[in-house]
């Protein structure tokens, strides 16, 4: 039997279960891809793919609803792949197994669950074999590799797609509609680690920052939290002024997605001012613990001996190094003036690396739903190090989605909503990246939403889906698609 059968709305569910048994980590999608174009083609359902390999499966409308205008559904194919430290998982061969845990549904396992997002591709499966659900003419798109770079969305071809109005199937938050999005770009910095013998006379100590709370360079960038990258340079800069500290090495944060969580360093100093050093990490330890206490109330920070190195970095590197890290902004750079609470543009130093011997790498990446405010700021950081003697390299990009006052769609889903659950929906846009935004740029005139269940703790093993939004989302849906006016 099967685990989620017993859960309310059917079949969408035994096809969310369904799915999560088939193993699709973001550029990996070949087996949900199969899965399908099979059902397609089991169905007599009409199919095409694209070069990137999304896929787009059509279906007519129902009888005395041929008239309405053509809907496209959309989610990803694709799921993050994370478990916790000792779980055995390969997320290219072995099937997730949803289990019911009160009133969620999770992974048995202590993995990701993909509901992001395929309970999105679950809710188009259940549209596609209904033949008890009134609809327009539906067109399902289905994109590969949401989460890694959006190279579906990139790629999608400019001609594939008939209709007009667009329904969003990624979004976490149940009662929240979205209307717009942020764009977002990358700017990486690269410093040739020119290195000098340690200066003699000399003691090396070990900085270790840790327990920051971190969290989604987006979603999480307005919370005023610590980054470790800024906390570590803050130490190094005031040492290397006053006690002259050489570093040897210097690493911190992971990936350009997330406020950087530790930090840590490896430097030298002259034995004669190791007193001095001491008492300024005291008194910097008490300063950063007292000012973030409520955002951060794990942070910890250690210093040790280490092992004298054979080398530290030419301080005149260190200098332009130290004094970049300082200069380029971390955090909200603006704040929404049409929607209230959303912050519109940002920008996250996310990581320190040595990837090799002879260089120092920092990236970043800023966001803006206001396309010429992202340049801006990208702009800006990538002249901070650029004028500190780092060659930089930006990425491409991608663009934002504007919110549409005027949209019709969301005008339905607003009234469709109201009139099912009796409550307004918060009508919201994100300060994060979705598809719509390259959406938006192959189909200028789509009118776009962006609906979903609620989910918790996406891309962790703690992710879970709330089983009572999964109905709510349903519901709306249908009916959202009854209302579809005529062409
Ligand atoms: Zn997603």
Redesign the pocket.
Known sequence: MAELESLQPQPLWNYFEQICHVPRPSRKEARIIEYLTKFATGRGLKFVTDNSGNVLISKPATPGMENRKTVILQS?VD?VGESDPGVIHDFEKDPIYPVIQGEWVRSKKATTLGA??GI?IAAQIALLVSDDIAHGPVECLFTVD??TGMTGAFGLSSDILTGNILINL?S?DEGELFIGCAGGKDTLAGFTRKIVSVPTGSMAFKIDITGLTGGHSGDDINKGRANSIKLLNNFLSYSFRNFELNIHSITGGDKRNAIPRNASAIFTIPSVNVDKLLSYFEYYKTVVRKDFQNTDPNISLLLEEAALPSEVIDRSVCHRLIQALEDCPHGVIAMSRAISGLVETSTNLASVKLPNANTIEVATSQRSSVDSSLQEIANRVKIVFESAGAGVQQSQGYPGWAPNPDSEIVRITVSSYKKLFGIEPQVKAIHAGLECGLLLQKYPTMDMISIGPTLKD?HTPSERLHIGSVSKFWLLLLDVLKNIPVE
Request: negative net charge; aromatic residues 0%.
């Open positions: 990803h799921m992001d997002d999105g949401e989460e990624d976490e996406v």
